[in-house]
């Protein structure tokens, strides 16, 4: 099927993972419920290299009809949609908070001022896309008025763990020759410690401000929102050459136009507007899962 008359024949290739015991009568359900759309099944095949990654290939561009039917049949599955072979990226951002880390970092340090729920709250719709997030920040950085700057180092120790697979993700990736950088509209007290664990080459976050070694409730210099992860994304981007690949991973609505910019936006366990906005998603394993559907053999991870 030609895309828009340009005479390009497109083939929308989808990778998944999913539930090996349903998934062969998955498989045939919805090839005959496509069989008459714009997206036909035309394809469908186990890796080799991989005995739980299902390559889908359709003819067409039509991705809505073709997300519409992988979320009725294959449900809780980890997946990415390409109109191009899927290759591994040159290229990877990601966010941090409840990306590739388990915690959303201002919500934990609340705890220690006692504000965990209301500041929680907040965080919460905004991630949903309810909130504008610079207001958003604003006012939960100024509930943190007077907090020692140590409680930061507690929260670090006690609270906050890297999601599984994060870690070797992120090394697999560095060591196929992909730029890794870590941008999140947290804070660097926290988004530092947790690139040099992960191993990100870059860093780019907020600074809270602090006097006297208690925060003030202010922030030191720009905020970073979803506009500046977008700016990151195409900054490397254009270092790297405008066909480089890339990949990015995220799960609010500050990361959609980051997910969107990518060659593979990964929405990670997200909020239904981030994982709408995206052409790929982690709902079933963990971050690891991306290198399988990378096709990057488990002997060839790095830890």
Known sequence: MSASGSGVFLILITRLIADP????TRLDTMTAELANTSVPVAHAAILDFCGDVLQVESPGDDRAV????????????????????????KLFVSDMDSTMIGQEC????????????????ITERAMQGELDFESALTERVGLL??????????????RITSTPGARTLVQTLKSRGCKTVLVTGGFHHFA??????????????????????????RL???IVDSATKKAVLLEELAAL?????????????????????????????????????????????????LLKLLEIPEMDWVA
Request: one cysteine or more; glycine letters at 8%; hydrophobic letters at 40%.
């Open 66 to 89: 073709l997300r519409e039917a992988l979320d009725k049949h294959f449900s809780e599955c980890d997946a990415i949609i390409s109109s191009a072979p899927i290759e591994v990226p």
């Open 21 to 24: 015991a349903t998934l062969e």
């Open 145 to 158: 008025t007077g907090l020692e700057e140590s409680a930061i180092t507690r929260c670090l120790e006690e």
């Open 241 to 289: 050459g405008e066909s480089a690949v890339s990949m990015s991973a995220g799960d609010g609505a500050n990361d959609i136009p980051m997910l969107q910019a990518s060659s593979y936006g990964i929405a990670y366990r997200a909020k239904p507007k981030a994982r709408a906005a995206s052409n790929g998603w982690i709902d079933r394993g963990d971050l690891t899962s």
């Open 106 to 121: 201002i919500d934990e340090l609340a705890d220690f001022a006692g504000l965990k729920d209301k500041v929680a709250d």
């Open 192 to 217: 530092d410690v947790v690139a040099k664990q992960l191993g990100f080459d870059r860093v780019v976050g907020n600074r809270l401000e602090v006097t006297n070694s208690a925060l003030t409730g």
């Open 220 to 222: 030191d210099g720009p």
